[in-house]
């Protein structure tokens, strides 16, 4: 296995005028030809990249080249035997039928499609396979599937052949092609500057009917970005198409995005409210990927935060302007948690730009993406929204056709806007999650507020010197009036205080409005004051953060032994009381903290977390709170209905986010009765969806997963959903039994992501169950991880990290975790992606 390090980096020794590819498709044998018209820039050998190809012919300028020159991965052509500029030429022959890893060329459902992010490109030709090497290309496409695609602008179309170009200069990792038997729904966008752009959504025939959402999220994306960052779309088409099988959720390939067909297709009866958030934000992200990745790209995949990261922060903006801002900061806070809090605090925290890997698939990460997000987030803050604007103007203008570095990035903003970002880089180099505690002393009407940093060791950084920390807070007066609005202190010490004077009463802070940094905080602060934030706070995040900690404070007393969650309880009836004023917010207050989070914050209170009493004491908790407001909330659960037919927007999903928390917590007294009921006689899948999940959890669910199962058996992603909920929500007692039932059905189709992934993803989501006592979670998920490898390595790697946690839990959950790893580890011909993994994770 070879490590890759970030200080290896060396320019390429040549750039590329012009690539011409052309396909001859064919399930079992396509055959690429392809010519690459190079000049020199710098001194060195040509080297190509190439996978599992099977090398016909050379040719540079023309005169053949012996194919067996080409080795296992690489073909090297020495200085010596090149001109300044040449062509270099390839036939060769391809295989995408037997492409299970969905890597390069491959087939979904008898339709050709293609992802070569991050290296797929090397198995569908030679190429310099890497991100700083950027060609316009010009593509034929000959197949008799009657719809032909790929980057750019249609140049010639007639039955059996297509040629594309794509003018704009793109590395390899963006290329895309598309043969099948689809249908488009179509419209058209005028961009500012008056030019007209085709768009497409294409989908199987019978699907157009739920396509139409995705459009419209696509017309909205494309406006948003000219108003908030002037961005215009630069191509005659814009083409998107789903497919079934697909590693991740959407590539943003220039002029063809691919997506997962779950992220386009929506109906009332089978997509969520989730889904069409998800949709919208999905189609954002790829679309605003058109400037913030592939106009200007990354010099190597180290840098893959500059992306990722900027493109996640620009779509939660998208998305807050779309729906309500503070919802989705508190959503967004949630996964941040749950996904990179957890990463960053286990064996495979990296700093959102790491120095080196093994295998880059298994840096697509919530630390790349969402901490990528927060660090931008919080440059922002720190430079003022005009200082943004300046600095993005010019990192647009600057770099424009480039493949850029966090360097770049970080020059633009100190350009910009005249500051030393020297310690602000940290956020990118180090990885870990600062934990901020801060102490109060309160006296003669002065307030001082000291605040310490630190940050634990992670893999490879003993040493965490410490960070530049904006810490937005407000005061709160006893009375609930604010006494000092949001202020930005900007930490840079280890240690800091901060004075407030004058002040006549001692008031509660309201700390890290708005979640202004990505750390974990330790305060002490009673229950009054918590409920007194909840109640009174100015700044939403703040005021569900008071809550969610006042249950969480109570959990934890709980699951140690000690009564708990009556304050929250308390403090949930004035929430319940003007639930109706906002009721996205009341649901998401309303939920209790999960049982993951639960054990990770004891964990972090260096506790040892037992998931059976976790999840019976979550369990007693939200019983106690349904039978504590019972009457309010079967009053909310009947009002909170949304009468006439399903829309899809912020509003309506508000409403049946409260009506859904509202039956979660009834369903633990009427046994189910009332979701039964909802099951029965709701008419979009949103309630559909939540009152199956009810009564799964209240073990009352043959009926409906039977008439769920007949209804949808024809609909795979709603199939996908029938499966995940069984694992998710299934008693920690009965999950994996269930799980493995589930496994033994003909239509487990578990070469496919998404169905692999809704029951073997749900299982190890199921937190009691994946972490059963008896090792039977853990064993059951290495038994499909070793299945799925040798079939598909990438899906299989990042499922891995369902494993990363295993050290917080007891000897005896280890010592099974470490045996079902170690089966792992141990099987012959395992992948480098689930090599690296589980190397990472039992290190
Ligand atoms: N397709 C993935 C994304 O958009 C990787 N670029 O994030
Ligand atoms: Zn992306």
């Known amino acids: 296995t070879v490590t890759q390090y970030l200080a290896d980096w060396r320019p390429y020794p040549f750039q590329i005028a012009e690539t011409r590819l052309e396909f001859d498709l064919a399930p079992r044998a396509t055959r690429v030809r392809s010519q690459i018209d190079f000049r020199r820039k710098h001194a060195g050998d040509l080297v190509l990249d190439g996978a599992g190809l099977k090398t016909l012919a050379l040719a540079i300028d023309g005169r053949p080249l012996d194919p067996q020159r080409a080795e296992a991965g690489r073909l090297v052509i020495p200085a010596a035997e090149l001109p300044d500029a040449f062509t270099f030429s390839a036939e060769v022959e391809i295989d995408p039928e037997a492409n299970t890893a969905l890597e390069g060329l491959y087939l979904s459902g008898g339709m050709f499609c293609t992802q070569c992010e991050a290296e797929g490109f090397r198995h569908i030709t030679w190429y310099p396979d890497r991100p700083d090497v950027m060609a316009p290309f010009r593509v034929t496409v000959r197949s008799d599937k009657p719809v032909l695609l790929s980057n750019g602008n249609p140049v010639s179309s007639a039955p059996g052949q297509a040629v594309w170009h794509d003018p704009w200069p793109k590395p390899a990792y963006l290329f895309a092609l598309v043969a099948g038997d689809l249908v488009a729904i179509s419209d058209s966008f005028t961009t500012m500057a008056g030019r007209a752009v085709a768009l497409n959504v294409w989908v199987r025939p019978g699907d157009q009917d739920r396509a139409g959402y995705a459009m419209e999220s696509l017309i909205r994306s494309m406006k948003w970005d000219e108003e908030a960052y002037g961005r215009e779309y630069d191509l005659d088409v814009f083409n998107i198409v789903a497919v079934d099988d697909f590693n991740m959720g959407a590539m943003e390939n220039k002029g063809l995005n691919i997506f997962n067909s779950k992220l386009v297709l929506a109906s009332a009866e089978t997509a969520t409210d989730g889904d069409y958030e998800r949709i919208e934000g999905v189609i954002g992200h790829e679309y605003f990927h058109n400037w913030t990745g592939n106009r200007i790209t990354c010099r190597d995949w180290f840098q893959l935060c500059l992306k990722e990261g900027l493109t996640v922060f620009r779509d939660q903006q998208f998305t807050s302007d779309m729906r309500s801002a503070a919802v989705k900061r508190i959503h967004d806070v949630q996964t941040l948690r749950a996904r990179q809090f957890r990463e960053d605090a286990g064996p495979l925290a990296h700093p959102p730009r790491p120095d080196n890997y093994q295998e880059i698939n298994n840096f697509y990460t919530a630390t790349v993406y969402e901490k990528g997000a927060e660090v931008i987030g919080m440059l922002k803050r720190l430079v003022g929204d005009d200082g943004y604007r300046r600095a993005l103007d010019l990192y647009f203008d600057r770099h424009d056709g480039q493949a850029c570095t966090i360097e770049d990035w970080i020059k633009v903003f100190e350009d910009a806007t005249g500051r030393d970002l020297t310690q602000f880089k940290r956020w990118y180099t180090d990885a870990g999650t600062p934990r901020l505690t801060l102490a109060e002393n309160w006296r003669d009407g002065r307030l001082t507020l000291t605040f310490r940093q630190e940050t634990a060791p992670t893999p490879g950084q003993p040493e965490k010197p410490p960070r530049v920390i904006p810490i937005a807070l407000g005061l709160i007066g006893p009375n609930g009036d604010e006494v000092l609005p949001t202020t930005v202190l900007e930490m840079t010490e280890a240690e800091q205080s901060f004075r407030f004077d004058g002040l006549g009463a001692r008031p509660v802070v309201s700390l890290l409005r708005g979640f202004s940094a990505p750390v974990t905080v330790a305060r002490e602060i009673a229950a009054d004051e918590q409920a007194l934030l909840l109640a009174h706070d100015t700044d939403a995040y703040a005021r569900w953060q008071a809550g969610h900690d006042l249950a969480l404070d109570g959990l934890i007393a709980r699951a140690t032994g000690a009564e708990g969650g009556a304050a929250f309880s308390r403090a949930i009836g004035g929430l319940l009381d003007d639930a109706e004023t906002g009721p996205a917010f009341a649901a998401l207050c309303l939920a209790l903290p999960g049982e993951e989070e639960i054990a990770t914050t004891i964990a972090a209170r260096g506790g040892i977390p037992d998931p059976d009493a976790i999840h019976a004491r979550r369990e007693a908790l939200a019983r106690d709170i349904a039978r504590a407001h019972e009457p309010a ?5 009947e009002v909170m209905q949304t009468p006439g037919p399903y829309r899809p927007d912020a509003e309506g999903a508000a409403r049946r986010s409260l009506r859904l928390a509202c039956l979660g917590l009834l369903s633990r007294l009427d046994d189910g009765t009332r979701a039964e009921a909802l099951f029965g006689a709701a008419s979009n899948m949103t309630e559909r969806q939540g009152a199956l999940e009810c009564l799964i959890a209240a073990g009352r669910d043959e009926a409906a997963l039977a008439g769920f199962a007949r209804e949808f058996s024809g609909n795979r992603l709603v199939m996908d959903k029938w499966f995940m909920v069984q694992a998710l929500r299934a008693a920690p ?58 079939v598909n ?16 839990y007891d000897a005896g959950r280890q010592a099974r975790a470490r045996a079902a790893l170690g089966r792992l580890a141990a099987m012959k011909g395992l992948s480098r992606n689930s090599a690296e993994m589980v190397t990472r994770i039992l290190a």
């Open 633 to 637: 909330l079967a009053r909310l659960y």
């Open 733 to 790: 007692e009965r999950a994996v039994a269930r799980a493995r039932e589930l496994a033994g059905r003909p239509d487990f189709d578990w070469m496919n992501p998404n169905r692999f992934r809704a029951l073997i993803g749900g299982l190890t989501a199921n937190h009691a169950a994946f972490h059963a006592a008896d090792g039977s979670g853990y064993a059951f998920t290495v038994d499909w991880l070793m299945r799925l490898d040798p």
């Open 793 to 808: 390595p990438q899906t299989t790697a990042r499922m891995c990290s369902a494993f990363e946690t295993w050290t917080r």
